[in-house]
């Protein structure tokens, strides 16, 4: 019983370990597309439409109690709305557009991405609801320019179990030196929406029978019985 309690805390620290390498692997990997400016090295912190739909896959064995037939029918309506195309133009449409729009906003904040060096990051990580092993990253990237700390806020770094890597990140804003964080950020373009496929249309349930009612017995009424006139007839006198 011991050795297997000595086993399960190894294996818990070593997966513990490989969450964290793995996740400081990704940020330099951010900083690293924001410094060359690589639009192409930022699209490809995003998983690939086959990853996605191995994970999906996984979700829906996880959070569906239907059988494997049912199973089946659901992730073939759900492909339906999330076609590779649909998904590879949201990747180099609206995520190209978005790395586009920061690089700006941080030069609008005086920052030379070409001369920034990365200087740690902080992450809170959350598990997301009915995936097992699956987990979000919410924080800050530090970065220095010219003897300056900058910081990049950032959200929607998801760590995906079955690909054993994290992926994706929102880019939501640059904060110069002694700037406060204002406003919501805006997350139509981050990889947990993108993930999320259309929901499958409600099971069709079977419509109860409708009972007809028992034809109703034609009563023919007879015609009343006519009474034989009496004509009084005229007395004689």
Do not use: C
Request: hydrophobic share 40%; glycine share 4%; aromatic share 10%.
């Amino acid at each position: 019983m011991k050795k297997v309690a000595v086993f399960l805390l190894v294996l818990f620290f070593t997966s513990f370990s490989i969450h964290a390498q793995e996740l400081d692997n990704h940020m330099k990997k951010v900083v690293r597309s924001l410094k060359q400016k690589d639009e192409k090295a930022y699209l490809q912190l995003f998983p690939t439409y086959e990853q996605m739909v191995d994970f999906l896959k996984q979700v829906l064995e996880q959070t569906s109690d239907a059988s494997d037939i049912t199973k089946d029918s659901l992730m073939q309506v759900t492909m339906k709305g999330f076609t590779k195309e649909k998904y590879e133009n949201d990747i180099e449409g609206k995520l190209a557009v978005a790395f586009r729009n920061f690089l700006e906003e941080g030069e609008t904040k005086g920052l030379n991405w070409t001369d920034i060096e990365f200087a740690g990051y902080t992450a809170d990580t959350s598990d997301i609801e009915k995936v097992e092993g699956m987990q979000s990253a919410t924080g800050k990237i530090f970065v220095k320019f010219n003897d300056k700390d900058y910081t990049i806020t950032y959200s929607d770094v998801i760590w995906m179990n079955n690909q054993q890597a994290w992926f994706g990140i929102l880019l939501n804003g640059v904060l110069k030196p002694g700037e406060a964080v204002t406003g919501a950020s805006d997350d139509s373009d981050s990889l947990a929406m993108m993930m999320t496929p259309p929901p499958p249309p409600p099971a069709l349930q079977k419509k109860a029978p409708v009972k007809k009612a028992a034809p109703k017995s034609k009563t023919t009424s007879k015609p009343a019985a006519t009474k034989n006139k009496t004509t009084a007839k005229p007395l004689k006198n």
